[in-house]
């Protein structure tokens, strides 16, 4: 089975197939071309495996030189904020699988569209320090861990992460 990583393309997080191995790929013979010329590559080479409309091959472009600028440790300028990122982190288990249906009770009750996204994958979830599973990310920002927490905190949460993102 080949390997999806989710990045956001535009306002929404989408997966794309072997981004990781063609970035590794590229890493060496792109250094020093021009950005608009490393996007081409990186669209025509991921094109082969995953599936881009004509009318958002520039947000593909884009979405894939930022990946690829933070792949070579180069700078990478601020996303855009005003969407909101919401991550379930657990490996599947009926509690996990509890706090993500949960937050999309929350999401649908409160009408906030948002990118949910659960993340399963040890190494990923490692990054973000927590010891107990379930544990729910907002913008990046864990807020809880190790239980599934009421919906109202739930609430609380996304409507002040919205705030934020709003500002």
Request: proline share 4%.
């Amino acid at each position: 089975m080949e390997e999806v990583t989710q990045i956001r393309v535009g306002e929404h997080m989408t997966g794309i197939i072997g981004l990781k191995e063609t970035l590794a790929a590229v890493a060496d013979e792109c250094r020093g071309l021009p950005d608009a010329e490393i996007a081409e590559i990186l669209l025509a080479r991921l094109a082969v495996r995953n599936y881009i409309s004509d009318n958002v091959r520039e947000a593909y472009a884009c979405a894939f030189l930022r990946a690829y600028k933070k792949a070579i440790g180069a700078p990478v300028p601020e996303n855009d904020t005003s969407a909101l990122c919401i991550k379930v982190l657990g490996p599947g288990c009926v509690q996990c699988e509890r706090l993500a249906q949960d937050v999309m009770a929350v999401m649908a009750e409160m009408n906030i569209m948002a990118d949910l996204v659960h993340v399963r994958d040890v190494m990923e979830i490692g990054r973000y320090g927590v010891m107990g599973m379930p544990a729910l990310v907002i913008n990046e920002g864990v807020v809880w861990a190790g239980s599934v927490p009421p919906k109202s905190k739930i609430t609380a949460w996304i409507a002040q992460a919205g705030r934020r993102t709003k500002s």
